[in-house]
C-alpha cells in the first residue's frame, strides 16, 4: 500500500479541486436568505468572515465570498448573484445589507433568515473549527443537560 505524505494529497486536492467548475446559479430565485459567519486563520486576531446566499426554495448555497466583514465582500457576494432575478432577500440588520441591496427587495428581520440561521447551527455542529465552547462542547467532560 502506497502512503502519500500529507503534502502531496493537499497538493492534488488543490489541483483537482481549481478544475472543477461552479455550479451555475439558478436564473430565478423568489427568497433568498444572506448571512455571514467568522472563523480564524492561524489567530483570533486574524479573522475571516464566510458571506453566502441560501435558497429558501431549493435549500442549497448559490453564492459565496470569504475575506473580512465589510462593504466590499457583501459587494461581492451580490454580485455573484446578479446573474439570477432576485425577488427578495432576506437578512439581518448589518449595516452593509441595508446599504447595498435595493430596499424594495429587502427584508430585514430575524424570522426571514431562519433557514440560513439553521444551516450556520449545522456548520458549527459538523465543522470542529466552527464550534462554540459551551458547557457541551467536545472535550468538556461533565455535560449536564439542563
Not at 429558501?56 to 451580490?78: F, M
Request: charged residues 30%.
Amino acid at each position: 500500500m502506497l502512503i502519500e505524505s500529507p503534502n502531496t494529497v493537499l497538493k492534488t486536492l488543490r489541483s483537482t479541486a481549481d478544475s472543477i467548475p461552479e455550479s451555475p446559479a439558478p436564473a430565478r430565485i423568489r427568497d433568498i436568505e444572506i448571512d455571514e459567519f467568522w472563523s480564524f486563520v492561524e489567530s483570533k486576531r486574524l479573522p475571516r468572515w464566510t458571506w453566502y446566499g441560501f435558497d429558501r426554495q431549493r435549500k442549497r448555497v448559490v453564492a459565496h465570498v470569504n475575506g473580512r466583514r465589510t462593504d466590499r465582500e457583501c459587494r461581492r457576494l451580490i454580485k455573484q448573484m446578479d446573474k439570477c432575478l432576485v425577488g427578495c432577500f432576506h437578512t439581518e440588520g448589518w449595516p452593509s445589507y441595508r446599504r447595498l441591496i435595493p430596499q424594495s427587495r429587502h427584508l430585514v428581520s430575524i424570522n426571514g433568515t431562519l433557514r440560513i440561521e439553521r444551516h450556520n447551527l449545522n456548520f458549527r455542529t459538523r465543522i470542529e473549527r466552527l464550534q462554540r465552547r459551551t458547557i457541551c462542547s467536545p472535550g468538556l467532560r461533565n455535560c449536564t443537560m439542563r
